[in-house]
Each structure stands twice: as structure tokens, then as C-alpha cells.
């Protein structure tokens, strides 16, 4: 019987798989950004221009919040908001807050694309429609890894 028992848990342990064997190779896939240029009625950047002040410029979506939103070494992006596209599929919402007395909201219609296979599945979100502050508003795709979006400020 002792036998028996032994190589029962022989093949019992055998025929266990271990996950941290599992090595997913390929090269990790990039989450987009959506890229916010904040404009006046002349196309002058609001950033660039001093209107808004990068240090006081802070994004939150679902209660975390990124005090640094900018690509401050990638030329022709340091003044561009730059937010992660991260959420769910449907309606996320995101907040901009441009001063102490100035937050817009931005709500992006996303889909999630699912890269591989399990274990080893990835995923990112793509933008299919934004609203800013209420209004339904045209972005642009930039390269292969995130979008603009041009926004045209009346204060």
C-alpha cells in the first residue's frame, strides 16, 4: 500500500504545472497616449505661451493622479498633455486640471485590443470617439502609438 500511495503522489506531483516556467518572448506592446494640444483662437500653444503653467497642470482618472503629464524630452511634445489610455472598454473619464480654478473633463470611447495568446496575452486600448467638455471632438492618429488631440480654449 505504501507503494501504491508513493507513486500516486509521484504522478500527483508530476502532473502539476508550474506557471513560473511560462516565458513570454516578443517585444511588450506600447500603451497609446493621447496627446492634448491646449490652443488659443490663433493656434498659439496655451502652455508655450505662459496662459497655462506646466507645474500646475495635473490628470486623474479613477482617483490616480499624474502631476507630471508631459514628454518633456521629446521635441515638439514638452507642451502637449500627454495621457495614458488606460480604462475599460466603453466611456472612461478623465480630468484635466489646468489651474486651481480651471478642470476639464475629457471622456474617451475606448475598445480593447488583445495581443497573444494565454499565458502570455497583452493588451491595449484604442480611442474610437472623444468628448471634451461636452463636445464631441476630432483627434488624429500620431504614428503608431497614441493620438492627438487639438483643443481650441476661449477664456
Known amino acids: 500500500?505504501?507503494?501504491?500511495?508513493?507513486?500516486?503522489?509521484?504522478?500527483?506531483?508530476?502532473?502539476?504545472?508550474?506557471?513560473?516556467?511560462?516565458?513570454?518572448?516578443?517585444?511588450?506592446?506600447?500603451?497609446?497616449?493621447?496627446?492634448?494640444?491646449?490652443?488659443?483662437?490663433?493656434?498659439?500653444?496655451?502652455?508655450?505661451?505662459?496662459?497655462?503653467?506646466?507645474?500646475?497642470?495635473?490628470?486623474?482618472?479613477?482617483?490616480?493622479?499624474?502631476?507630471?503629464?508631459?514628454?518633456?524630452?521629446?521635441?515638439?511634445l514638452q507642451n502637449l498633455i500627454a495621457i495614458t489610455v488606460v480604462g475599460n472598454p466603453g466611456d472612461n473619464t478623465y480630468e484635466i486640471e489646468l489651474s486651481n480654478s480651471i478642470t476639464d473633463t475629457l471622456i474617451l470611447n475606448l475598445t480593447e485590443e488583445i495581443f497573444g495568446e494565454a499565458p502570455c496575452i497583452s493588451s491595449r486600448f484604442n480611442v474610437n470617439t472623444a468628448n471634451y467638455n461636452g463636445f464631441d471632438e476630432n483627434f488624429e492618429l500620431v504614428d503608431d502609438w497614441g493620438y492627438r488631440l487639438t483643443i481650441v480654449k476661449d477664456l
Not at 3 to 28: A, E, M, R, W, Y
Not at 53 to 68: A, H, M, P, R, V
Open 1 to 76: 500500500m505504501r507503494i501504491l500511495t508513493l507513486l500516486f503522489c509521484l504522478v500527483l506531483v508530476q502532473s502539476c504545472k508550474n506557471d513560473d516556467d511560462i516565458i513570454c518572448h516578443g517585444d511588450p506592446i506600447p500603451l497609446n497616449i493621447m496627446f492634448i494640444n491646449l490652443t488659443d483662437s490663433n493656434g498659439n500653444n496655451l502652455i508655450e505661451n505662459g496662459t497655462f503653467i506646466k507645474d500646475d497642470i495635473k490628470t486623474s482618472f479613477n482617483g490616480f493622479y499624474n502631476t507630471s503629464p508631459f514628454f518633456e524630452n521629446e521635441p515638439g
